[in-house]
């Protein structure tokens, strides 16, 4: 295991690409959220599969799926992080926030709950905030599980993140969005119900809104408490498999997302609406949802990244020169 590229550090966010053996790449990212320093909120973004089996049709990471990331391979994204940004014994940021969700579905790979079960006793910080990411597979019931036991043990009271990339309320749409077997919204309505306790965070619904009839008021209605679940809207991110799919964000807007008939309908039925707007730098950085692997899986990589315009250097051991 080892890093082979990353971006020119930003103010915003680093995407990191390592080398797991077998020509087998994954990208793994940290940011910040100016103008918070690091020590007030860091978030790391780290793969778990080797490409993604599902094929969403906005995300970089479907395609050339080449197995599970085991552990090990997932504590090497996070501890090359943490030893470079935080190379001290007590990791002393205010919020530290673990997202699984760069490369991969996490539900397909029962690694992610040896990570969280580990992540108390080997990662030494003060407030670790696990995030997982997923659009709930069929067939993964058993990590859902256990996910449910993990939270219990370790992270309870606020100190766990679930979100559901929904995307769409028609079943049928919703197959476009999802192209693969998944639990239906009754399903993941069901779970949320078992999973928020007292004093928990709200469980997330993400739509990436391309049209504002993803998004129905009253499906949504029918399907999920306020009280347990809330609506987030994400915008189509200009990855390479949205261009291609002639996929654009309905809008880019915080306020035009509150506007929207649908919000305001489901705003006055008691949901919180999360409009989720990033800096328009992250679409050149990369670090919402894209590979800079697939420049490293050519024979000749030494073209420049195509989805981005952002720099790319090579990693060396004049490399350190880099971080700030």
């Known amino acids: 295991m080892k890093v082979t590229a990353k971006t020119i550090d930003s103010d915003l966010a680093t995407v990191f690409v390592a080398e797991m053996g077998a020509g087998r790449y994954v990208e793994f990212v940290e940011s910040r959220?100016?103008?918070?320093?690091?020590?007030?909120?860091?978030?790391?973004?780290?793969?778990?599969?080797?490409?993604?089996?599902?094929?969403?049709?906005?995300?970089?990471a479907g395609g050339h799926y080449r197995g599970r990331l085991t552990a090990e391979q997932i504590w090497f994204q996070?501890?090359?992080?943490?030893?470079?940004?935080?190379?001290?014994?007590?990791?002393?940021?205010?919020?530290?926030?673990?997202?699984?969700?760069?490369?991969?579905?996490p539900a397909l790979n029962p690694a992610v709950l040896e990570v969280l079960e580990e992540l108390p006793r080997r990662l030494n910080a003060r407030n670790i905030?696990?995030?997982?990411?997923?659009?709930?597979?069929?067939?993964?019931?058993?990590?859902?599980?256990?996910?449910?036991?993990?939270?219990?043990?370790?992270?309870?009271?606020?100190?766990?993140?679930?979100?559901?990339?929904?995307?769409?309320?028609?079943p049928l749409h919703r197959d476009y969005w999802i192209p693969a077997p998944k639990w239906d919204l009754t399903e993941i309505a069901s779970y949320g119900t078992r999973f928020v306790r007292p004093g928990d965070r709200?469980?997330?619904?993400?739509?990436?809104?391309?049209?504002?009839?993803?998004?129905?008021?009253?499906?949504?209605?029918?399907?999920?408490?306020?009280?347990?679940?809330l609506i987030k809207i994400t915008p189509v991110n200009p990855t390479i498999r949205a261009k291609q799919n002639r996929l654009t964000s309905l809008t880019t807007d915080a306020g035009s997302i509150l506007d929207l008939p649908?919000?305001?309908?489901?705003?006055?039925?008691?949901?919180?609406?999360?409009?989720?707007?990033?800096?328009?730098?992250?679409?050149?950085?990369?670090?919402?949802?894209?590979?800079y692997v697939r420049a490293f899986q050519r024979e000749d990589p030494s073209p420049p990244i195509p989805a981005y315009s952002y720099p790319v250097i090579r990693w060396t051991d004049e490399a350190e020169k880099y971080f700030s």
């Open 202 to 229: 709200k469980i997330t619904l993400n739509f990436a809104l391309a049209e504002e009839r993803q998004l129905d008021p009253g499906i949504i209605g029918r399907h999920f408490d306020p009280e347990i679940f």
């Open 33 to 60: 959220q100016p103008p918070r320093p690091r020590l007030e909120k860091w978030v790391v973004i780290l793969s778990v599969l080797f490409g993604c089996p599902v094929g969403c049709p906005m995300c970089d």
């Open 129 to 170: 905030t696990p995030c997982v990411s997923t659009v709930a597979p069929r067939g993964s019931e058993p990590f859902f599980s256990e996910l449910l036991a993990v939270k219990e043990r370790h992270f309870q009271n606020g100190r766990f993140q679930l979100q559901f990339s929904v995307h769409d309320t028609d």
């Open 262 to 291: 649908a919000c305001r309908s489901l705003q006055a039925d008691g949901y919180e609406i999360l409009p989720s707007i990033g800096e328009l730098e992250e679409n050149r950085i990369g670090s919402n949802c894209g590979q």
């Open 78 to 105: 996070l501890e090359t992080l943490r030893n470079l940004f935080f190379p001290v014994a007590f990791l002393p940021v205010r919020l530290f926030k673990i997202q699984f969700a760069r490369m991969g579905e």
